[in-house]
């Protein structure tokens, strides 16, 4: 089975392109790489890019045929398309391009002059309903949101189903109409004559994708594609706890699906906007706290700011030494399930001035003696 190609990117415009876009990428496109312009082993590539751009052009500047992609993501079961183009020495089809497209489906599929037909693949007609795509976004939180939790108002483009056709793809009203390339069987037949014989191609209708009638009016609104491009908005609710790169799943917030499958996901990466120092583990809250040397001796207390916004008093007790720490119970994160809060940790870190007054220095001169210090 060939890959499924994408022809917007094939022509490398969006999928709301114009008919006149589309023309001018075509145009451009097929300059470019025409095998003509190329020599050696880029020419190799050139004709199958020069081929892929033919059969994404021929698919997307037809209506019918650009709403049936648009819709089931192919035309037809997967049918590679033969596309001839005249080069500078003969024409049309080379063996090695039928060689190449038929060894590609099947060996047994390939007769030489007998007069046998390929078995084809038919599809049963049947939609197949496809999940729409999720999306990711990004909100930004404050560091004091993280206590709280917060709805936050996202806005973001999406595709919803389209109301018109209620994603149909088919104006309301229409009728479906007989299959004008395989007049209804639903199978398209091709003979090509060479040396070696006939080959006979029989493939499923890339127009009805074997269903052997269509739409006899594609929906106007979205032109058969069944969803529609919005700017919507929507409240997600970030519950307190949250980390930097969490991720939050909002059910059904993404994309349409095609022909009733179901709406795809919305994923929403939240960052943290850090405007203060601390360190986060797990629920506790590590946080450096300066405390004077005299206050580590004679104990005290302190006053620390958490990026909550709240004042914790910390109770030094006297002899607290450089980077003890001192755990505050409660005052740390709220758990992202439970709601209940982790731990203030405290780093202590012991200041010692550089500089002391006159007066301080001699009543340390003091101390120095009661405490038998050389100085
Ligand atoms: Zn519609
Ligand atoms: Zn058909």
Request: neutral net charge; hydrophobic residues 30%.
């Amino acid at each position: 089975m060939p890959v499924k190609k994408d022809y917007y990117e094939i022509l490398g415009v969006s999928k709301n392109a114009s008919d006149d876009e589309i023309k001018a990428a075509y145009k451009k496109l097929v300059k470019e790489w025409h095998p003509d312009r190329h020599t050696g082993d880029k020419k190799k590539i050139a004709e199958q890019k020069f081929k892929d751009i033919q059969e994404a052009y021929e698919v997307l500047s037809d209506p019918q045929k650009r709403a049936m992609y648009d819709k089931f993501g192919y035309v037809g079961e997967g049918i590679p398309y033969n596309y001839e183009y005249t080069t500078s020495s003969g024409g049309g089809f080379g063996f090695e391009d039928i060689f190449k497209d038929f060894f590609n489906d099947d060996i047994f599929n390939i007769f030489f002059g007998n007069q046998r037909t390929q078995s084809s693949q038919r599809v049963s007609g049947k939609r197949v309903p496809k999940r729409g795509e999720d999306i990711n976004i990004e909100v930004t939180l404050n560091e004091a949101d993280v206590f709280t939790g917060k709805d936050v108002t996202v806005e973001y483009d999406r595709y919803e189903e389209c109301a018109h056709c209620h994603g149909e793809g088919v104006e309301p009203g229409s009728k479906w109409v007989t299959c004008s390339k395989c007049h209804g069987t639903g199978v398209v037949r091709e003979e090509r004559r060479t040396p070696f014989g006939v080959f006979i191609n029989q493939y499923t209708c890339d127009v009805c994708g074997g269903r052997g009638s269509v739409p006899g009016e594609v929906c106007h609104e979205c032109r058969g594609a069944g969803r529609i491009r919005k700017r919507v908005s929507t409240v997600v609710n970030i519950p307190a706890g949250v980390e930097n790169g969490s991720v939050i799943r909002v059910p059904r917030k993404g994309n349409a699906g095609i022909n009733g499958g179901e709406y795809g996901d919305l994923y929403v990466h939240v960052n943290i906007r850090k405007t203060s120092e601390y360190k986060r583990e797990g629920d506790d809250i590590i946080i450096d706290v300066p405390v004077d040397y005299v206050t580590a001796i004679l104990g005290g207390s302190v006053t620390v700011n958490l990026p909550s916004g709240e004042f914790v008093e910390v109770e030094i007790p006297s002899g607290t030494q450089p980077n003890e720490k001192i755990i505050v119970k409660g005052k740390g994160f709220p758990n992202l399930r439970s709601g209940k809060r982790g731990n203030l940790v405290a780093n202590i870190v012991v200041k010692i001035p550089k500089r002391v007054s006159h007066k301080e220095k001699e009543l340390l001169k003091e101390i120095a003696k009661e405490r038998g210090v050389r100085i």
